[in-house]
């Protein structure tokens, strides 16, 4: 079973992330801060990182960096209630992708897919629009 991170200090978005990754057969664990999840991230990475870009003190974007050292073929998902085109691009520089708030399950599930397939991983579902 594939497992999941999901980083999200706002209680609502993490744990509509659990359901629905759950629903999609993934093992998800949730924390609402950066400490919480950079302990996890070093002592058992997962193969999926779904993290707010806005954590108190740090940002998502540090806890990518910090977990594509840890796992260098995680999937990783950075997500945010604004756009920002410099972020999206930082983002992409370390192999993450951006997903702005709100979000559909569906173009998450494609986002998914697409970041699975291009880390050779089998994702447990498959992709609504599929």
């Given at each position: 079973?594939?497992?999941?991170?999901?980083?999200?200090?706002?209680?609502?978005?993490?744990?509509?992330?659990?359901?629905?990754?759950?629903?999609?057969?993934?093992?998800?664990?949730?924390?609402?801060s950066f400490?919480?999840?950079?302990?996890?991230?070093?002592?058992?990475?997962?193969?999926?990182?779904?993290?707010?870009?806005?954590?108190?003190?740090?940002?998502?974007?540090?806890?990518?960096?910090?977990?594509?050292?840890?796992?260098?073929?995680?999937?990783?998902?950075?997500?945010?209630?604004?756009?920002d085109r410099?972020?999206?691009?930082?983002?992409?520089?370390?192999?993450?992708?951006?997903?702005?708030?709100?979000?559909?399950?569906?173009?998450?599930?494609?986002?998914?897919?697409?970041?699975?397939?291009?880390?050779?991983?089998?994702?447990?579902?498959?992709?609504?629009?599929?």
């Open positions: 079973m594939l497992r999941a991170c999901v980083v999200d200090d706002d209680k609502a978005v993490s744990e509509m992330l659990w359901r629905w990754l759950t629903m999609r057969g993934f093992q998800v664990e949730c924390y609402d400490a919480e999840a950079r302990v996890q991230l070093a002592g058992s990475p997962p193969d999926v990182l779904v993290s707010d870009i806005r954590l108190a003190g740090y940002n998502g974007l540090q806890l990518a960096t910090m977990a594509r050292a840890y796992r260098p073929d995680m999937v990783i998902i950075v997500i945010s209630g604004w756009h410099v972020l999206e691009d930082y983002a992409s520089s370390l192999g993450a992708r951006y997903l702005q708030k709100p979000f559909s399950p569906a173009s998450l599930d494609g986002m998914l897919q697409g970041l699975c397939a291009s880390r050779s991983v089998e994702p447990p579902f498959r992709a609504a629009s599929q």
